[in-house]
């Protein structure tokens, strides 16, 4: 599967972004969708998680972002409210086949820079 994220930009500290992340090639109803950012300087790190049926969050984002997907356009969001100038990276989505399984497909990654 291939994925295109879209979405990023500035935005002021308390703002709010919508991320997505379209899937193409294969239908991607069975994977676990995922968003991960990396910050200059630091390691990627888990943001958000969709697997069908469960979500899941680090706890940096927990009550701000939401994870959610539209089956009819392949896509799936992250909509980051609340932003904090600490969220400023880039945002990559990913998927992977099942739980458990490596993330196998990596989007090319959006810049989100949030100015206090």
């Known amino acids: 599967v291939q994925l295109q994220a879209s979405g990023g930009g500035p935005v002021q500290a308390g703002g709010s972004l919508r991320l997505s992340c379209a899937a193409s090639?294969?239908?991607?109803?069975?994977?676990?969708m995922s968003w991960f950012r990396q910050a200059t300087g630091k390691e990627r790190e888990f943001v958000a998680a969709?697997?069908?049926?469960?979500?899941h969050y680090a706890d940096s984002v927990k009550g701000r972002f939401t994870i959610s997907r539209d089956s009819a356009k392949n896509t799936v969001y992250l909509q980051m409210n609340s932003l904090k100038p600490e969220d400023t990276a880039v945002y990559y989505c990913?998927?992977?086949?099942?739980?458990?399984?490596?993330?196998?497909?990596w989007g090319q990654g959006t810049l989100v820079t949030v100015s206090s």
């Open positions: 990913a998927a992977a086949e099942q739980v458990g399984a490596r993330y196998s497909s």
């Open positions: 090639g294969r239908t991607f109803s069975s994977y676990v």
């Open positions: 969709w697997s069908g049926r469960s979500t």
